[in-house]
């Protein structure tokens, strides 16, 4: 089994930054694969981020692209996702998750999935 916890989430000004990590346990694979959702109220979740765990390839949202920067230390076995000039818009429960295979933006790709945290971007 894999456990993901995010952290990092808050309330923030619009034009702010903030650093979001996921921290995975348990079982980690070379094929192990790891992106970024988040999840307006009322809205679907949408794919944000995501970069291949042991491979060199990184995806974004048009939404975030040259704003938002998805980063890894496999060291530790964390995600980071590094959020700055932060739009109203941006405000959602962000979802940490992780899949074993090829690359993905499709949320139901993912089989392993963090508890959310909260970012609030203020005008």
């Known amino acids: 089994q894999v456990q993901l916890v995010e952290s990092g989430g808050g309330l923030v000004q619009a034009g702010g930054s903030l650093r979001l990590s996921c921290a995975a346990s348990g079982r980690t694979f070379s094929s192990f694969f790891m992106g970024w959702f988040r999840q307006a109220p009322g809205k679907d979740r949408d794919f944000v981020a995501g970069i291949s765990w042991n491979a060199y390839r990184a995806y974004y949202a048009n939404s975030v692209k040259g704003r938002f920067t998805i980063s890894r230390d496999n060291a530790k076995n964390t995600v980071y996702l590094q959020m700055n000039i932060l739009k109203p818009d941006d405000t959602a429960v962000y979802y940490c998750?992780?899949?074993?295979?090829?690359?993905?933006?499709?949320?139901?790709?993912?089989?392993?999935w963090g508890q959310g945290t909260q970012v609030t971007v203020s005008s």
């Open positions: 998750a992780a899949k074993e295979g090829t690359d993905s933006r499709r949320s139901w790709d993912y089989n392993y």
